[in-house]
């Protein structure tokens, strides 16, 4: 019997085969496996295997102490994160309960392609006749494609009643 990780890995291996999207397959994963679920982090680091085309579900092996070595070569900068200044702007912050704020995500991919935009591709949103249950952190999260950089940035929106009665 496979034990409940490995188990998980082959299951979110043929969610990759069978393209869903990585909230997609997270999301299946939550509801079959509830509070035994891999974390966010470990289904995004094994998405991500799967997708590059790996085909193991097994861990990389580990051997010994990692190799460490100085030489006086020049060693290249390799930027693996090239999604840069991801900034979600709520205008307005604080909105009168009725009205409406506009959300904006901005980003720079660094020549990356876009994967994903949140759930969707679009970079804004207009909330209207916003309720108090509205208020609260909203966040902006932008992966690019091949490398599956992620950046997220978190706005708060508080939502008031302004009382003219004097």
Same mark, same amino acid.
């Given at each position: 019997?496979?034990?409940? !990780?490995?188990? !998980?890995?082959v299951?979110?291996k043929f ?20 509070n035994k679920?891999?974390?966010h982090?470990?289904?995004f ?5 799967f997708? =590059?085309?790996?085909e ?6 580990? +051997?010994?102490? +990692? ?5 006086? =070569? ?5 930027d693996?994160? +090239? ?6 702007s709520? =205008?307005?912050r604080i909105v ?17 392609d ?9 970079? !804004?949103?207009?909330?209207?006749n ?10 902006c999260e ?13 706005q =708060? ?10």
């Open positions: 019997m496979l034990n409940v !990780q490995l188990e !998980q890995r299951n979110l969610l990759v085969k069978e393209g869903k999207t990585f909230r997609e397959a997270y999301a299946m994963l939550k509801e079959v496996s509830g679920c891999l974390s982090t470990q289904v680091e094994w998405f991500k295997r997708k =590059e085309g790996h193991t579900t097994e861990d990389d092996s580990r +051997p010994g102490r +990692p190799s460490t070595s100085k030489t006086g =070569e020049k060693i290249e900068k390799i693996v994160f +090239p999604l840069k200044n991801v900034i979600l709520i =205008e307005p009168q309960r009725g009205n409406q704020s506009r959300l904006r995500c901005s980003y720079d991919l660094e020549g990356q876009l994967y994903t935009v949140n759930s969707s591709n679009s970079t !804004q949103a207009v909330l209207r916003i309720e108090f249950n509205l208020s609260g952190n909203f966040s932008v992966t690019t494609d091949k490398t599956f950089s992620t950046g997220v940035d978190s =708060e929106m508080v939502v008031v009643v302004i009382n003219t009665n004097d």
